[in-house]
């Protein structure tokens, strides 16, 4: 593995992606044209040099790249090239690649190791590492991967896979360096100098007691600029941040945002130090968690591989269709009840559209933003009627504006003024409809312990159609016909 390895922008994995595949293609290519050639001489030989030839050149391209990269790459890639390269990829960076792609694709890359390989994979994994590829490995690797740590190791692995997914917990690492209160700063610089290199992202050193108990911190800025006879007890800072092993990662996330942290000290309920929490970490779960909600707004209840086979895909779509198809026929139910007010009045055809479209991107808009203020922990019971009697008054404000809007637009059309007071009026109800109703569906679905974003955009859609309908049909059935 080269001692330095570019980090690239997008439109250079991009680059490099093309460049794969074209190996890969070539290599097709030269294969398929070698198999046509039934009589040559040597054919056997010939296949072989060329095939070593696209292969040793892939394999070169590989080994320059970052672990994120290859990931990048893999992620992209159809299921039959990806394990083609996945196979030229050194064992020693195997679990590095593995942490780094999507679980769908880890699944499939995983699927084509055996335990051999996967338990030397594990090998170059520190045990917080492990413990996040735990989930999707074989049982009796896992036992072996146990069964291979040293004694401390296996304690911190068993302790990083005891926390649940969405905790500080799962988030730690145990990389951190502490030192004494009573002892110099030069001590504590001579110390760090035996270290071949720091651990990733160690903005500071951790000040415990003889029984483990966190002191305090000292930051490395601070350690370079002090006197070195000073006692690490007056450079220390008292005035940190710590966080338990059982509190949310979503408030952990939180706090590396409010206080601009690179790292953070994780204690036991008695204060004992027992691992940290790096930015690298926060950054990774929360781009999961973004892209889970994403996802659930969309109804896919996990993560799918791009080029996963037609069932799976099918399995992990099909709740939300099969929801979205229930309301779809009630709204076009809402529809037939008024069947004898279109066919009179075809205007109500054209128009009613109009009503249930902007309906339901204002509901979207509503609950987006109250998914957000939900993970941020910012609506509370109180927070949430002030929330909603805010929206409601947008909802009225923009129903009277666009509302008004169209229904001078419809006067100009139809020259019917009633139908244009009927629009302006579905259109201020709908908006008020799809503001409760982005209020609600998140709160309500938190408080029963459900993920708020889980179908959120096909729930107000359903609301925002079948309510637009009837309330645009009804209106213009009593004051129209």
Same mark, same amino acid.
């Given at each position: 593995?080269?001692?330095?390895?570019?980090r690239k922008?997008?439109e250079?994995?991009?680059?490099?992606? %093309? @460049?794969?595949q !074209?190996? /890969?293609?070539r290599? +097709?290519?030269?294969?398929g &044209?070698v198999?046509?050639? $039934?009589? #040559?001489a040597? %054919? @056997?030989?010939? !296949?072989? /040099?060329?095939?070593? +030839?696209?292969?040793?050149? &892939?394999?070169?391209?590989? $080994?320059? #790249?970052?672990?994120?990269?290859?990931?990048?790459? /893999?992620?992209?890639?159809p299921?039959?090239e990806? &394990?083609?390269v996945?196979?030229?990829?050194?064992?020693d960076?195997?679990g590095?690649?593995? /942490?780094?792609?999507?679980?769908a694709?880890r699944?499939?890359?995983?699927?084509?190791?055996?335990?051999?390989?996967?338990?030397?994979?594990?090998?170059?994994?520190d045990?917080?590492?492990?413990a996040?590829?735990?989930?999707?490995?074989?049982?009796d690797v896992?036992?072996?991967?146990?069964?291979?740590?040293?004694?401390?190791?296996?304690?911190?692995?068993?302790a990083?896979?005891?926390?649940?997914?969405?905790?500080?917990?799962?988030?730690?690492?145990?990389?951190?360096?502490?030192?004494?209160?009573?002892?110099?700063?030069?001590?504590?610089?001579?110390?760090?100098?035996?270290?071949?290199?720091?651990?990733?992202?160690?903005?500071?050193?951790?000040?415990?007691?003889?029984?483990?108990?966190?002191?305090?911190?000292?930051?490395?800025?601070?350690?370079?600029?002090?006197?070195?006879?000073?006692?690490?007890?007056?450079?220390?800072?008292?005035?940190?941040?710590?966080?338990?092993?059982?509190?949310?990662?979503?408030?952990a996330?939180?706090?590396f945002?409010?206080?601009d942290?690179?790292?953070?000290?994780?204690?036991?309920?008695?204060?004992?130090?027992?691992?940290?929490?790096?930015?690298?970490?926060?950054?990774?779960?929360?781009?999961?968690?973004?892209?889970?909600?994403?996802?659930a707004?969309?109804?896919?209840?996990?993560?799918?591989?791009?080029?996963?086979p037609?069932?799976?895909?099918?399995?992990?779509?099909?709740?939300?269709?099969?929801?979205?198809?229930?309301?779809a026929f009630?709204?076009?139910?809402?529809?037939?009840?008024?069947?004898?007010?279109?066919?009179?009045?075809?205007?109500?055809?054209?128009?009613?559209?109009?009503?249930?479209?902007?309906?339901?991107?204002?509901?979207n808009?509503?609950?987006?933003?109250?998914?957000?203020?939900?993970?941020?922990?910012?609506?509370?019971?109180?927070?949430?009627?002030?929330?909603?009697?805010?929206?409601?008054?947008?909802?009225?404000?923009?129903?009277?504006i666009?509302?008004?809007?169209?229904?001078?637009?419809?006067?100009w059309?139809y020259?019917?003024?009633?139908?244009?007071?009927?629009?302006?009026?579905?259109?201020?109800?709908n908006?008020?409809?799809?503001?409760?109703?982005?209020?609600?569906?998140?709160?309500?679905?938190?408080?029963?312990?459900?993920?708020?974003?889980?179908?959120?955009?096909?729930?107000?859609?359903?609301?925002?159609?079948s309510?637009g309908?009837?309330?645009?049909?009804?209106l213009?059935?009593i004051?129209?016909?």
């Open positions: 593995m080269p001692e330095t390895i570019e922008e997008l250079d994995l991009q680059e490099d992606l %093309r @460049e794969v !074209e190996l /890969l293609r290599q +097709q290519l030269v294969e &044209l198999e046509r050639q $039934e009589r #040559m040597n %054919r @056997e030989l010939v !296949e072989q /040099l060329v095939h070593r +030839q696209h292969l040793a050149e &892939l394999g070169r391209k590989l $080994e320059g #790249m970052h672990p994120a990269d290859i990931a990048y790459i /893999l992620e992209a890639l299921l039959d990806r &394990l083609a996945w196979e030229l990829v050194k064992a960076r195997d590095e690649i593995l /942490l780094e792609v999507s679980d694709v699944e499939t890359l995983i699927r084509s190791m055996d335990s051999h390989e996967l338990l030397a994979a594990a090998e170059h994994l045990a917080d590492e492990i996040d590829l735990a989930p999707d490995l074989p049982a896992l036992q072996g991967v146990f069964r291979s740590l040293p004694v401390e190791e296996r304690e911190e692995l068993r990083a896979m005891s926390y649940p997914e969405d905790s500080v917990g799962a988030l730690m690492d145990f990389e951190e360096i502490s030192v004494r209160e009573d002892v110099t700063l030069e001590v504590v610089t001579r110390y760090l100098r035996r270290f071949e290199e720091l651990p990733d992202h160690t903005d500071q050193v951790f000040v415990v007691d003889r029984d483990e108990q966190l002191k305090g911190v000292l930051p490395i800025s601070k350690l370079v600029v002090t006197d070195l006879d000073a006692l690490v007890r007056d450079a220390m800072v008292t005035d940190y941040v710590a966080l338990y092993p059982d509190d949310k990662a979503q408030d996330a939180q706090a945002e409010r206080y942290l690179v790292s953070a000290a994780v204690i036991s309920s008695k204060g004992k130090l027992i691992g940290r929490v790096t930015v690298n970490a926060v950054v990774d779960f929360i781009r999961a968690r973004s892209e889970a909600q994403q996802l707004k969309g109804g896919l209840r996990e993560g799918e591989d791009v080029f996963a037609v069932w799976q895909s099918v399995k992990n779509r099909w709740t939300w269709l099969a929801i979205n198809m229930v309301t009630i709204a076009s139910r809402v529809i037939g009840l008024f069947e004898g007010s279109i066919e009179k009045l075809v205007a109500l055809a054209a128009l009613m559209p109009i009503v249930a479209g902007i309906g339901g991107n204002a509901g808009q509503t609950i987006t933003m109250i998914v957000r203020a939900l993970a941020l922990g910012q609506v509370g019971d109180e927070q949430s009627r002030q929330l909603l009697r805010k929206e409601l008054g947008v909802a009225v404000v923009n129903g009277l666009w509302g008004g809007v169209l229904g001078l637009v419809a006067y059309l020259g019917s003024m009633p139908l244009g007071l009927v629009m302006t009026a579905a259109m201020t109800l908006l008020l409809l799809a503001a409760l109703a982005g209020v609600l569906i998140p709160v309500v679905r938190m408080r029963l312990g459900f993920d708020p974003a889980l179908g959120s955009s096909v729930m107000i859609t359903a609301f925002t159609d309510g309908f009837l309330i645009f049909l009804g213009a059935t004051f129209l016909l």
